[in-house]
């Protein structure tokens, strides 16, 4: 079982970026897809973005696609998510998760075995 932590979150205002990180640990994610999924107050948790276990497929929610870019360092066992022109809608905790299948890259929830216990992410006018 891996084990996630994310990082990177704050309180920024709206316009700035932020880097947010996703450390593993207890497996290698080299072979497994990872994404990120949001959730604000009130709101299910939604799929932000998604990487290939090579690093060349992505895909983002039409939300955020243009603003943020997903990437991984697979030799330090990484993600990222690059986020910039943040909007007062991005607020929200921010959940790194690895792919339960190995070289599948999919979108769902459903798609990803394990979490990480999220970092927030706020955003002030």
């Known amino acids: 079982q891996v084990q996630l932590e994310e990082s990177g979150g704050g309180l920024v205002q709206a316009g700035a970026s932020l880097r947010l990180s996703c450390a593993a640990s207890?497996?290698?994610?080299?072979?497994?897809?990872m994404g990120w999924f949001r959730q604000a107050p009130g709101k299910e948790r939604e799929f932000v973005s998604v990487?290939?276990?090579?690093?060349?497929?992505?895909y983002y929610a039409d939300s955020v696609k243009g603003r943020f870019t997903i990437s991984r360092d697979n030799a330090k066992n990484t993600v990222f998510l690059q986020m910039n022109s943040l909007k007062l809608e991005d607020a929200a905790v921010y959940y790194c998760?690895?792919?339960?299948?190995?070289?599948?890259?999919?979108?769902?929830?459903?798609?990803?075995?394990?979490w990480g216990q999220g970092t927030q992410v706020t955003v002030s006018s």
């Open positions: 990487i290939s276990p090579n690093g060349g497929i992505t």
């Open positions: 207890g497996r290698i994610i080299r072979s497994y897809a």
């Open positions: 998760a690895s792919g339960s299948r190995s070289y599948y890259t999919g979108q769902g929830q459903r798609d990803f075995g394990s």
